[in-house]
Nanobody
Framework: QVQLMETGGGAVQPGGSLRLSCEASGIGANIGVMGWYRQAPGKAREVVAT???????LYAFFAKGRFTVSRDNDKNIVNLQMNALKSDDTAVYYCYVRTDIQDYWGQGTQVTVSS
């Protein structure tokens, strides 16, 4: 059974930091891009950051300079370090894993930024 285990969500004050982690297991197919998306209430899901198997990162404009994506190909783990968090970052964050057969999504982890 394929499982994407997401951890690290929570509530922080503006300017705070959180580190999200996603470990994919049970995937026999070749894993390509891994990353994170987010969805705020009433809004569409949007990309936050992704990383290719070769370690090339891509960031959304709002994430550039504040968030850092990393991955461990041997353990099939993708992380997202989020610093200088803002209220607008409040959303459910979803792990994303692309394979040569299909794409997988985590169940989502809540990130709440409020004073």
């Amino acid at each position: 059974q394929v499982q994407l285990m997401e951890t690290g969500g929570g509530a922080v004050q503006p300017g705070g930091s959180l580190r999200l982690s996603c470990e994919a297991s049970g995937i026999g197919a070749n894993i390509g891009v891994m990353g994170w998306y987010r969805q705020a209430p009433g809004k569409a899901r949007e990309v936050v950051a992704t990383m290719s198997p070769g370690g090339i990162p891509l960031y959304a404009f709002f994430a550039k300079g504040r968030f850092t994506v990393s991955r461990d190909n041997d353990k099939n783990i993708v992380n997202l370090q989020m610093n200088a968090l803002k209220s607008d970052d409040t959303a459910v964050y979803y792990c994303y894993v692309r394979t040569d057969i299909q794409d997988y999504w985590g169940q989502g982890t809540q990130v709440t930024v409020s004073s």
